[in-house]
């Protein structure tokens, strides 16, 4: 019976990570995800912060390299803490953390940031945003709306600060 125990909790161990947010490396991974932590993944390098509407006008998601935005979050992945949405003015983006290297606090909407990474065009599939409202706590009729695939401008962060 012992051995069935130990058994059954190691598998479930190692199964836990199966269900987490869409293909995420491992817990070990995370860095600083303390509410009271101001900053999350690599220190920010570059120096001249951009607002989040001009550096989605000017920079070319093929050829621009690193770029630090700025933005007040609007959401938050409420699985895992691995995405946010940022806006500034009348642009808003999606943010991912590169490779999965670190998340954030769920609570952290309504505060102002900068991030540093790159701004990337992709195609999110139906299924890619369903997934992405559901881990927003988005309503099932919200969800169900989605229908077609999106070409969106995202951004790839591998750092980012909070400013309040």
């Not at 987490?20 to 600083?32: I, M, P, Q, W």
Request: aromatic content about 6%; glycine content about 6%.
């Amino acid at each position: 019976m012992r051995f069935l125990s130990l058994a059954l909790a190691s598998s479930l161990s190692f199964a836990a990570p199966a269900f987490a947010c869409d293909d995420h490396k491992a817990a070990d991974t995370v860095s600083n995800t303390s509410a009271a932590a101001s900053s999350y993944g690599a220190k920010l390098t570059g120096t001249e912060a951009l607002p989040l509407s001009q550096a989605l006008a000017t920079y070319d998601a093929k050829t621009s390299g690193d770029v630090v935005v700025t933005g007040e979050i609007r959401k938050v992945c409420q699985a895992e803490g691995c995405w946010m949405e940022i806006a500034e003015g009348n642009a808003q983006a999606r943010v991912t953390f590169k490779d999965h290297g670190f998340v954030i606090p769920k609570d952290l909407a309504g505060r102002k940031v900068k991030a540093q990474g790159r701004i990337v065009e992709k195609t999110e599939t139906v299924a890619q945003q369903k997934h992405f409202l559901k881990d927003a706590g988005a309503s099932k009729t919200d969800i169900a709306a989605v229908k077609t695939p999106r070409t969106t401008k995202s951004f790839v962060a591998t750092g980012v600060e909070l400013l309040n």
